[in-house]
Structure formats: structure tokens, C-alpha cells
Nanobody, 125 residues
């Protein structure tokens, strides 16, 4: 299983940005996916997850209302739409997915077995 993130770049505070993560190596659909991030000097933190059906999403409290996670199961891709970005959103954003199928996702990093290499998002004030 390979996860490839894209879309990260430098933006200004208040801008919007959409990240993509495509999974390769498994049959289409059937797996939850999640986004985490690691800011400079900080621990990795949960951002959002989406269930294998695409119908249930979970967000970290600080992301609610600004971030939206969605998926296109036909191309094994999950998206993270970020609005009203703040300098504190600066981080490397990672997507992840579990080995087990038909799960709902959630905030625990131990729920996920496969991780991408990350994409850098930098927000300037």
C-alpha cells in the first residue's frame, strides 16, 4: 500500500487550500482514511478522518468549521479542504489508512497502519 499526498504549498493567512491523498496498491474502496499533521517542534496531531463509506467524518476540535474531509472512492483518494488558514496550521500533513477494511476511522494514530510521506503547508501572516 502506498499513499501519495499532494497540494501542499505556501499561502497567506485567511487563504484556502485543498490537499489530496491517493492510495495505491489495494482494490478501490473499503478503507477509512485520515489526515494528521506535525508542526515544527510539536507532536503529530490528528486532523480529520473519514469512514470507509465516506459517510462519517471526525475532526479535531480546532479544525471543526474550517476543515472538511471528503473522499472519492472511485479513485481511492481522500481530500482535505482547508479554509481560513492560520499561521499555526503550518505543518507537514500526512494521510494514513488502516490495514483492516470497513472501519470508521477516528483520532487515534494507532488505528492506522500505512502512512504517506507528507506534504508541507506553510501559512504566512
Amino acid at each position: 500500500v502506498r499513499l501519495v499526498e499532494s497540494g501542499g504549498r505556501s499561502v497567506q493567512a485567511g487563504d484556502s487550500l485543498t490537499l489530496s491523498c491517493r492510495e495505491f496498491g489495494r482494490t478501490v474502496g473499503g478503507y477509512a482514511m485520515a489526515w494528521f499533521r506535525r508542526a515544527p517542534g510539536k507532536e503529530r496531531e490528528f486532523v480529520a478522518s473519514i469512514s470507509w463509506t465516506g459517510g462519517d467524518a471526525t475532526y479535531a476540535d480546532s479544525m471543526k468549521g474550517r476543515f472538511n474531509v471528503s473522499s472519492d472512492r472511485t479513485v481511492n483518494t481522500v481530500y482535505l479542504q482547508m479554509t481560513n488558514l492560520r499561521p499555526e496550521d503550518t505543518a507537514v500533513y500526512y494521510c494514513s489508512t488502516p490495514r483492516r477494511a470497513f472501519t470508521t476511522g477516528g483520532p487515534g494514530a494507532d488505528l492506522y497502519d500505512f502512512w504517506g510521506q507528507g506534504t508541507q503547508v506553510t501559512v504566512s501572516s
